[in-house]
């Protein structure tokens, strides 16, 4: 495969992978997918060979960050292999091995995934209330979360608590939520929801403006802007009070595409360069010609093709992007 870096059309690096395992999930959060989601055919998912395969032809193009996700990463047989094997990369090739999860199978996998030299991850918790957990996941897991996320800090991980801010469901609980957090040690990050697929309600009606939540924890908290970059799109305060670290992610109000460094490609090997847009590549067909030159052509289509900014907008009080959800793509 090429070893030229890859650079869009915009002159922006790109050396972060987000790679999805798969489209399945155990939970079926209210703000990703409906209650009866479609799945992706089980035929069309990559193995795992396969994702490390991919995964190696990215670093050969100058990908130094990878994150696993999904769907729940957790929750797809032979995940464990895929870090170990992507993990021995650490040092050379890779500078950062991550993981997003919902924290149902940590308490099984906390200690793999920290010999697999993983050293941070993020987990997905909206509430510390049992039945609103429920309610917001469709599954009463919270106690297995807590106990998934504590295996982890057990194993010598860092956490970061990745929240949904959503008006009229959790937006009430969100200083305590972040208490919580900045109390074991954990930075917490709050997003906005994004108009990815349909769900079971209307997004708009449920968004909170984190300009609005960052403001009313300025008049809590004394908040100063925190240099600290995890090369995502989070952008961080330090907390006086608790010592701790608050982001927020803000695709809806306040856009970040312009320092965008990353792209995403789904279970079954497709290339999204931008999770707000439309276009993808099929780098799964680029694989499975066999010859290495068709996927590091397939890779710089991506860069061509890579959007300016993402699509998502509210038009007439509807939140309007994307048919896919997120879960399909990978958070
Ligand atoms: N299942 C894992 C989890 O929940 O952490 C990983 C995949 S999940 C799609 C990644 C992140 O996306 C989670 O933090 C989740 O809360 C967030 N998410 C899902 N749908 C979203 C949406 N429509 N808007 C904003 N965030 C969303
Ligand atoms: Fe599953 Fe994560 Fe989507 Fe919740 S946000 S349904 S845990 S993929």
Known sequence: MGSEPLVD????PITYLRLSVTDRCDLRCTYCMPERMTFLPREDILSIEESYRLARGFMQRGIRRIRLTGGEPLVRRGIVDLLAALGSHIGRELDELTLTTNGTQLANHAEAIAAAGVRRINVSLDTLDRSKFAAIARRDALPQVLEGIAAAKAAGLAVKINTVAQSGVNAD??????????????DISFIET???????????????????????????????PSSH???GPSRYFEVAETGGRVGFITPMSDNFCDGCNRVRVTATGQLYPCLGGSEAIDLRAAMREGDDSAFDLALDRAMHIKPRRHEF???????????????????
């Open 9 to 12: 059309s915009f002159a922006r």
């Open 173 to 186: 609980e969100l200083p305590a939520l972040m208490e919580w957090a900045h109390g074991e040690g954990f």
């Open 194 to 224: 994004m108009p990815l697929g349909t769900v079971d309600h209307d997004r708009a009606s449920r968004l909170l403006s984190l300009s609005d939540l960052r403001r009313d924890l300025a008049g809590r908290y004394s908040l100063s």
């Open 229 to 231: 970059r995890t090369g």
């Open 313 to 331: 907008r509210i038009d007439k009080g509807n939140a309007v992007g994307p048919a896919r959800h997120m879960s399909v793509t990978g958070g």
